[in-house]
């Protein structure tokens, strides 16, 4: 049985990780080429963890300054300050070390994009002699090659895309202190921790307008900015349209959740009230599953068992004509 549950600082669903301090969504220049569509759904995704997360752009030795400068610019307008780093010409990496120092930090973004080579290069310049030792003593506790380089793949030729080389998650130590999880890459972010009504505010640009407006509001509280009577919500920005389409696709995801389940769910942990008023959580059990029978039942489900036995009897001897 459960004893205690420990409540977790914190939870990424895509991908699965719990306990994390910062997150890096991940991105390339080139090869592949960075997608509206995709970029907006992890980055809304890393911003309903309400976890700290960095916007990176890898493979920046593939493009040219004006490239750069034109995303640097279209990315500040989005609301976020991206560092561009390259694994080739180790442009940036320092920046990255210095922010991912002392805390466990996931690396988030589609195929392809370099996650498992910037782990190698970043990784490859902490490890000390002691390695071998290391690995030693590792692989005879649970058989992982913690210092060991993750294995890289190829751009698909012919769809341009990343392959998935990385088939599950990893933690990894990092010898300058914290951990680095390298995670399998994947192009739809499931955003199951949005819903409709919070998914404006994982817009940076919808911040930013309602912030600019106040003391000025929306003439509704539950406006969802679509145009609605009273809204200051103006659609004249590039990932106006995106925000509509997920806006969608969340509402149909909760009508048929609602559809479903019912308006009535119950969470698999409770809380209790501990020492010194201490609130705690303890896993919630399945109704009967482990509730101990009653003396009652229990005496009632014998006799019902021996009557049974005596009309089986009885028809047995009827049978044999001994009555």
């Not at 210092?147 to 012919?158: C, I, L, M, T």
């Not at 959740?257 to 705690?280: D, F, H, N």
């Not at 009897?313 to 001994?322: A, K, N």
Request: charged share 30%; glycine share 8%; aromatic share 8%.
């Amino acid at each position: 049985m459960i004893e205690n549950v420990f409540e977790r600082g914190s939870v990424v669903r895509d991908p699965p990780v719990a306990n994390v301090d910062h997150l890096v969504v991940l991105f390339s220049m080139d090869r592949p080429k960075p997608e509206v569509s995709t970029m907006t759904r992890f980055l809304v995704e890393a911003e309903s963890t309400g976890i700290p997360f960095s916007l990176v752009m890898n493979k920046s030795e593939l493009v040219g300054e004006e490239m750069l400068t034109s995303w640097k610019t279209r990315l500040h307008a989005w609301g976020y300050d991206p560092l561009f780093c390259s694994v080739e010409s180790k442009k940036g990496l320092a920046a990255l070390e210095f922010i991912m120092k002392d805390q466990t930090t996931v690396l988030m973004g589609p195929s392809g994009v370099g996650k498992s080579s910037l782990i190698n290069v970043l990784r490859s310049s902490q490890r000390d002699s002691r390695e071998e030792e290391w690995e030693k003593w590792l692989e005879t506790i649970n058989g992982t090659r913690w210092f060991h380089d993750q294995r890289v793949g190829e751009v698909s030729k012919r769809s341009g895309r990343g392959k998935h080389t990385t088939r599950d998650v990893s933690l990894l130590p990092l010898t300058g202190g914290g951990y680095l999880a390298d995670t399998p890459g994947f192009n739809q972010p499931s955003l199951l921790n949005v819903m409709k009504k919070s998914l404006a505010q994982a817009f940076p640009e919808i911040r930013q307008m309602l912030m600019a407006a106040q003391p000025e509001k929306c003439l509704f509280n539950n406006c969802l900015h679509l145009g609605e009577r009273g809204c200051i919500i103006k659609g004249d920005w590039e990932r106006y349209p995106y925000y509509l389409q997920m806006l969608d696709e969340i509402k149909i995801r909760e009508e048929i959740q609602l559809r479903t389940l019912g308006t009535k769910r119950e969470s698999s942990v409770r809380y209790k009230m501990g020492e010194m008023g201490v609130k705690q959580a303890e896993p919630r059990l399945e109704p009967k599953k482990h509730r101990r029978q009653s003396r009652k039942r229990i005496n009632q489900s014998l006799l019902e068992s021996m009557d049974y036995d005596l009309n089986e009897v009885s028809d047995l001897d009827i049978e044999e004509g001994s009555y």
